[in-house]
């Protein structure tokens, strides 16, 4: 029997802790616990047992053990292990985002006036003239426990962070009453707010943030500035709660009497009856069938409601395309995959848009669960399209499970709970849907396999697509990437035989890829003789794509009016307050009245910061302001003006913001009752919608002249993604593409949709350079609300670096100021590691964390970002 036990916990730190294993406790590995943490309870996860206690070791035991048996496989675990290990992340935090069980625990936050928060709260009754503020300068006496190294309260979450926690202090904009908390002044109303807290938790014991909130009308960030002070500390419970979603119905007790009933109930009685004697409650209400009535049936004995498990559906567009069997080309991919089920191998489906890869992907499934093997597809963030869930709906029905970020915590934890218990062998979903705990594994399916948000920007940043390799390894199982314009490093593993290539070289129904005009947008400038949005080429085209009655898609690859807003008078850009980085215009929209009032607004993209738009330059007071490029709302205003009689839609993150809005754009799109849709890099995302013949693309190569190495990889997919849009139908389609650079490779091999072509150069410029693929690449960021301190930490580190390079080949670039300098009132700078050897990078990442360690850096102010994507 185990005495102790290693717990990883979801804190940023690089290792597990261990626990007393208390009288009639058995947690097994890879089972949840909750356990004591400072004056947290967090849940963690059992990583190892252990008969003897490590040296120096102060006890202290689990709290509960919250699973009989392990919740994760060995497999998994190893998984787990693999990914904290390779993205130098801390494997609690992996767990973590392995575990989507948040709904199954109730945390209750609590908090209590600390010895500090009394003296203050004795000074302040004392001496009350003079003030409460004044006493908070003599204060400064820590409390007797000294903070973890590395680890601010700010920090503390756990696997199940979803009430009044820190997320939400983080959201919360500073508010006005907290204006001036830097230079230690408070408003005379925090003040007065604050002594309310410390009263009202004067008696000693702990209360509910909710209560206490109530009482005092705190908000959360000065509950948070209060605990930094250390007048007040913050306690967490943690307690098991049902998940389930359930579902009422209204049963129909069958009945030979004949009773009178009103004409109400008698609906009710033959709704209930045309449909097999029963219906979900909720499906009454939509009936417009009044509950009042329902009980009253029920109190007559002639209904009864039953509550069930709420069944899963996952909806989507109804199939509309008449069935048809796989090609000559598909039916070989199908062939090569589903007879490498069975052990690992890894397979690149480079297939163009168009090709028919949805249909091999699902029959592949199709085999591995006629085997008994479970799937995992993999797609982008936005990437389940309507049309692909509808698919799977029809085909595997109840047996398919969905891992979103869109979904409840409750759905989200019943999903993974059906998955788990096997009842759900086809898995679809997003980027942590590849640590789903499918039981025989066989497949693993990643849609469009070069998109960035398989990328996870947060901590563990893990890349999905990867991970789905290793995955793969470690249950022996296939896995395919497929995509029209394959990631280069899965080329490059093709070329070199780590991935066995299928090709499908041809549109289904030998239909033609779009023809690509190029438009040279220094050109039109000079002929036109002014500086129009939309070329005449591309309005010309549009025109008779409508004239037609045919639809068109055009890029517009950045959302709101206008990128910047500068002044004439001395030059000064509008730049947010909190970042380095310009405010974009946002015009009203006209449907929504309180913005209208509030005019226009300007907004960070970065942090969200909102303000009005000014009529006057915050620097120099000039009254000439100006509006600099155009984004997704400002293309929709030039469309409306010029095609007043075109059906227009818009399709961005300010108009969709959930599911429902995609699939409400989608379905009116394929209804034709929109004709036009301008859009940002959502429109390119694998819709296959077949009367979109016309495909503009506005402005999507502004990056290429931007100093990131993956700039051209980027416009290259996107323009071949979004070209691959037109003339998926019956009649063939065309593009036209505005540029600023007609000359570039990425450009010109994206207009002859000739992938080859663009991998060649680009890997030939990539082993030059030793960027990824050959070579592997970190970026270091670190990070500071003092600049200063940012820039030494960096100047430290990078130091410690490259004095360490006797351990071989890894070259520092920097550091320097990061491109945006600055977010959200952190000032960031960064540095570039470069090695030709995953290993060598790995431990020089690993001795720059310790180094980190001993020079006090807290771990949180540095970003290690493997394989990084953004560089900015
Ligand atoms: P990709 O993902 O490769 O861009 P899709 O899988 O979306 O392509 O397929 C494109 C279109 O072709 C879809 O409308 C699909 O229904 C249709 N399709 C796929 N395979 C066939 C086939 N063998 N015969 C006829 N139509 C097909
Ligand atoms: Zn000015
Ligand atoms: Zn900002």
Redesign the pocket.
Known sequence: MPSYCEVALPVPLDHTFTYGVGQGQSPQCGARVIVPFRNEKLIGVVTALAAKAPPDFEVRYLEAVLDEEPLLSAHLLELGEWAAQYYLAPLGEVLRTMLPLAAEVRRTVYYRITDLGRDVLATAMEGDAGGFGSCAKKTNAGPSTRPLRGLAQDDMQSFTDQDDSIEKIRDERPRNILAGRRKGKLSREAQDMERRVLERLGSGEPVKVSTLRTATAAPLPLLAAMLRKKWIARETAAAERDARRMERFAVLIPDTRLPSLTEKQQAILAELAACDGELPLAELRRRDLPSSTLQTLVRRELVRIEERPELFRLGGLPPT?AP????AA?TDALTAVTSALGAFRPFLLY?????????VYLAAMQKALDRGLSSILLVPEIGLTPQTAGLLDAAFGQKVALLHSALTPEERSEQWRRIRRGEAPIIVGTRSAIFAPAPNLGLILVYEEHDQSYKQEETPRYNARDVAVMRAKLAGAVVVMGS?TPSLESWHNAERGKYTCIE?RD???NRPLPEVELVDMRREFQEAGKDELFSRALIAQTKAALERGEQALILLNRRGYSFAVMCRACGEKLDCQNCAIALTHHKAASEDLAEVRAGQRLECHYCGYRRTVPTRCPKCDSEHLFYLGAGSQQGEERLQEIFPGARIGRMDRDTVRGRGDLERLLARLHLGEINLLVGTQMIAK?H?I?SVTLVGVVGCDHSLSMPDFRAAERVFQLMTQVS?RAG?GELPGRVVVQTYYPDHYAILAATTHDYKAFAERELKYRRWMHYPPFGVLANVLVQSQKMEEAAGWAALLAKSLVQNQNSGGVRVLGPCTAPIARIKNVYRFHMILKSASRKALNAALRGMLAKADEAGIPRRNLIVDVDALRLM
Request: glycine share 20%.
């Open positions: 395309a048809f069997s796989l090609n598909q297939g163009i848009t168009g090709s028919g890869k949805t249909a029209a499908l549109r289904v129904m694998g296959d077949h691959g998926r």
